[in-house]
């Protein structure tokens, strides 16, 4: 009998014996730890149908232990996604000129009372995957606790993405970033939050009363932040189903305080802004990012993004791919890749901020962001990438470990991914060390 066939009859006995154990026991509700390990058997990319893993309780995605590791390291097989092609674009080599003494050198970080190495953080297994580029060769590359070929969740570093999406929309004349959110969103005409600016979404002040931060948001059913999650297939879809579309429930959450004036991080903005995107071009998040990104960056593999059955991508942080392949994506804002994504009015725009307001006390989110790069040149946020250095360097972290950290100038790009091991947070060690990391004299060369 071949491999296949002893698996596929194995997953054929444990799924009887649980329909079994279920007619006996009045359907006993599996735990995520069976629910797994019956999707690691099957290995099955499920449909919006055929979904392995239910995100009913919060735990379960902001949890911490090897369960979450395989979830985030595998996410395709618990949520419905779709293919961001490559098609048949060539893959860019990604030559290596492996440094002997990057790994050892001191990391610090005023926010992290402690020194440590890349050596270090992968002995330790506090990163899932990191590597790092420097004038287009790989100088540091290592996989702790994944395979290369693993499409790992992003996290919010999905989010500069759809970013991306929007400066070559407007590039194109298809829109500014000074509309409105009414100009283009009916479900907003009307509603208090008409006049929120595509500016005010990208730089996360739409003042918009969804709140990410909120106690609740994750846990309440009640809370806009919980339903946009169902919306997007992370947390079960209601039944019967929904009572309005996920643009009608955020055009009727109305708004907290007058755009501009708060950096108050939350995903709400992303999914207004793609729904926007979407609308001015008649296309899908996933092929939008297809046109734009994965078809110009030398791509080695398909991405994937999560997609709900009422067709909403996860675009603020639910998109999977490898490594190398988001090394790739930050290579295409330097002068070493074959084909740039990045517009020189792009690139003005990244770099163009509110430094008061990233100054300003603001939201929790904000005076953690101050805090974590004090006195190492952070600036101002924009565009959705959240710290933007003042000699032009930029990082966008993302929920449980992962990073993308740019420099133009240096010719550097750092990609890590992880995932929560346990409550010491060690595991976000890179996003607090990598600005140290990038500041190291080789790199000045």
């Not at 444990?14 to 006993?28: A, M, P």
């Not at 000699?391 to 929560?420: C, E, H, M, N, W």
């Amino acid at each position: 009998m071949s491999l296949n066939n002893k698996l596929s009859l194995k997953v054929l006995i444990i799924l009887c014996l649980l329909l079994f154990v279920g007619c006996k026991e009045q359907v006993k509700e599996l735990t995520l730890e069976e629910k797994i390990a019956l999707a690691v058997e099957s290995r099955k990319i499920p449909t919006s149908k055929d979904q392995k893993v239910s995100f009913t309780v919060p735990e379960s995605i902001i949890g911490r232990g090897p369960q979450i590791t395989e979830v985030f390291s595998h996410m395709e097989n618990y949520i419905p996604t779709v293919l961001i092609e490559k098609g048949n674009t060539k893959t860019t080599k990604l030559p290596e000129n492996i440094s002997p003494t990057l790994g050892q050198e001191i990391l610090t970080s005023p926010y992290f009372q402690k020194e440590t190495s890349l050596d270090q953080i992968y002995d330790k297994k506090q990163i899932n995957g990191v590597i790092v580029l420097h004038k287009g060769k790989i100088v540091y590359e290592r996989y702790p606790e994944m395979e290369p070929t693993d499409r790992h969740f992003l996290g919010s570093v999905s989010k500069t993405f759809l970013g991306t999406v929007i400066a070559h929309l407007a590039d194109e004349g298809k829109l500014t970033e000074q509309d409105s959110i009414g100009k283009y969103l009916t479900e907003f005409k009307g509603k208090p939050l008409a006049h929120v600016t595509i500016e005010n979404l990208l730089n996360m002040t739409s003042g918009i009363n969804c709140r990410e931060n909120d106690e609740g948001s994750f846990t309440d059913p009640n809370h806009c932040f919980y339903k946009m999650l169902q919306h997007s297939a992370v947390y079960t879809e209601p039944n019967p189903g929904f009572e309005e579309s996920l643009m009608e429930l955020l055009a009727s959450s109305g708004k907290v305080e007058p755009a501009g004036q708060t950096y108050d991080y939350t995903s709400a903005n992303t999914a207004i802004l793609t729904a926007i995107a979407e609308r001015v071009s008649s296309k899908p998040f996933h092929e939008l990012v297809k046109d734009y990104i994965w078809t110009k960056i030398g791509a080695e593999d398909d991405a994937r993004v999560t997609l709900s059955s009422t067709g909403v991508a996860g675009s603020y942080g639910l998109m999977l791919m490898r490594l190398r392949d988001l090394a790739r994506y930050g290579l295409a804002f330097t002068d070493d890749a074959t084909t740039t994504i990045a517009s020189k009015r792009y690139l003005n725009q990244i770099h163009t901020g509110d430094r008061a307001l990233f100054r300003s006390e603001g939201g929790t989110d904000q005076r953690f962001r101050k805090k974590y790069y004090e006195g190492q040149g952070a600036d101002f946020q924009n565009y959705h990438w959240d710290v933007i250095f003042e000699d032009g360097d930029f990082f966008k972290p993302g929920f449980g470990g992962q990073g993308l950290y740019i420099s133009p100038t240096k010719r550097l790009v750092i990609a890590f991914f992880s995932t929560s091991k346990d409550d010491t947070y060690d595991n976000m060690n890179m996003s607090l060390l990598v600005r140290s990391l990038a500041l190291l004299e080789q790199f000045k060369e």
